[in-house]
């Protein structure tokens, strides 16, 4: 959180992409063939490419990918198979140039677009991998531009990025229901949804050299988000079997046209501080200043907002410091150990009020305690306190590392579902998590590569929650007991002496609740095994595998309401073939 800011308060993932290379000239071919189970074939195929232009000052380096996961869900309703494919083009073109010794500047272009056919949705109540939804579609394109300066001062590196992102969203779920739960009709209606997102980020940080005891980061963080929504219920053909009802409330033959604006302005000041007291001991201490504001406007009309047209605007701010404190000890050069102090945090919001104008909700409102619908919901926060430790032998044939970790949890934000079919977000309760993890490597032979890593979570409510028919000690949402994963590699010698290999990977998840409440819908535990027998060389490689072998029928989510009940299932066996080329 504290270098991280927003968002992060689980953790962060970082991925670094490779910069232009000024001396190296290559190309790189990757392909896949797949088949699942159940299912239809799938490919994927990405070129890689860098080319210096001029040596040591300039260099290109591009990325072209296309993919098709191939779908295995059939939807009665439409006649259509297979219809959660999900096909994904993207490219990547990226520049540098060295100004001079010291000073660098690369920009960076990145796109992609992904389209599916339907969602990845099973109706338990029909069967596996089957569902009954009207034609449903979803797209997703982004484009993104970066530019980032690189001046090394001597006793650091300043460094200046500067992003822009421009997203666009759009699906069309199947919200029948609606039709035959509210006015008693069999006809068709699907959602159309839009989302267009612009976010402008700055940021400019200091590094210093890491010579000497003493080292430093600091930075300022600059964030301008917009995000435009539209919704729509076109039912064509409702007005005339209303009688018109429709254009009494809004457009004809359309029963709720959302229109909503929301921004969110950030600027943060963070930093951190290291200083070794000796060779083996060294204590980091940082901290980030935030202040957020965030405004909403809304038009939206139609008969399912009963009183017609809702105009309204609103905002919010926020703002906050979080710290993080640590510290590393050096047992050896083998073995190292830390504790560390973090906290994160998550911004707050604001609650659109028009879905929550109608009378059914106004009531249901007023029996919960509220005088009308909450506006907005303040910044949800953590604080984690761990321990852990890392080892390394000497060969390098054990590498080990573990933690123990609790993670207080407050003001969580949480949705409330409303049975006139609308909701908000409040700040709801306490949680407390509490747990272990542990990854283990192993070359126990030359030719043998072995890994193993769990852990073991125990999150629960520290207080009641009545308003989300959860008490103390109830399991959070979401999270799974107990983890593991495993995986064997074997090396051997075999087609002409050529380099193979043949791995085998297992992975568990154990079981979890969708809400707070015993009684809520569980996602089951599973367990599933990859398998994969592949030949390296320096200038390609070949490999087959098999994901899920054992064809596990599982889920990863499970809905359970008064909107509907579906399953989001594993991915049955896949079979594939993949081929590498470097040039």
Known sequence: GTLFGAGSMG?????????????????????????????????????IFNAPLVSETAALRGVIYRSDLGGFIDNVQSGRDDVNNREITGARLAGRFAVSDRTSVTAKVSWQNRESDGFSHEDPNIGRLQQSRFGESIADEWINYKLSFDVDLGAGRLTSLTSYLDREVGTTPDISFFMGVIFGLDIPLNAINKEAVGEFVQEIHYVSDGD??????????????DQDISQDFPAPGFDALTGGLASIFGPPDNLFVRRETFSLQQVAVYGEVSYAFTPRLELTAGGRWYDIDRDYTADNRGLLFVMGTLQESQ???????????????????AWSAYAAVAEGFRPGGINPGGTLASPPCVAELQALGFTSSPTSYESDSLTSYELGTR?????????????????????????????????????????????IEFELQATPLDR?????????????????????????????????????????????????????????????????????????????????????????????????????????DSALFVNDNPLGSWVSPLRPRTVGLNLNWRF
């Not at 290559?26 to 896949?32: A, G, M, V």
């Not at 000497?212 to 988000?225: K, M, S, T, V």
């Not at 080892?391 to 949890?409: E, F, K, N, V």
């Open 11 to 47: 953790g962060a993932i970082r991925i670094v992409t490779n910069q232009p290379d000024f001396e190296a000239s290559f190309f790189e071919l990757d392909t896949t063939m797949t088949s699942t189970e159940h299912g239809e074939t799938g490919y994927g195929i990405s070129a």
């Open 212 to 225: 000497g005891p003493f080292n430093w980061i600091a930075g300022l963080f600059y964030q301008d988000h």
């Open 315 to 333: 905002s919010a701010g926020d703002n906050g410091v979080i710290p993080r404190l640590s510290l590393n000890y050096t047992v050896s050069d």
């Open 391 to 435: 080892y390394q032998s000497p060969a390098g044939r054990l590498r080990l590392s573990a933690a123990a970790y609790s993670i207080d949890w407050s003001d969580m934000q949480t949705m409330k579902f409303l049975n006139c079919g609308s909701g908000f977000i409040e700040n709801a309760g306490e949680a407390e998590s509490t747990g």
């Open 448 to 552: 043998l590569e072995l890994a193993f890593a769990a852990s073991f979570t125990d999150a629960e409510l520290s207080e009641n929650v009545p308003n989300l028919n959860g008490s103390r000690g109830d399991r959070v949402p979401g999270v799974a007991r107990v983890t593991a994963r495993a995986s064997a590699r074997l090396l051997f010698a075999a087609l002409a002496n050529r380099n193979a290999y043949a791995q085998l990977d297992l992975q568990h998840v154990g079981d979890s609740r969708m809400e707070f409440a015993p009684s809520s819908p569980q996602i089951p535990s599973y367990t599933i095994a990859n398998l994969r027998f592949g030949v390296d060389r320096d200038s390609w490689s070949a490999a087959v595998f098999v994901n899920n072998v054992a064809d596990e």
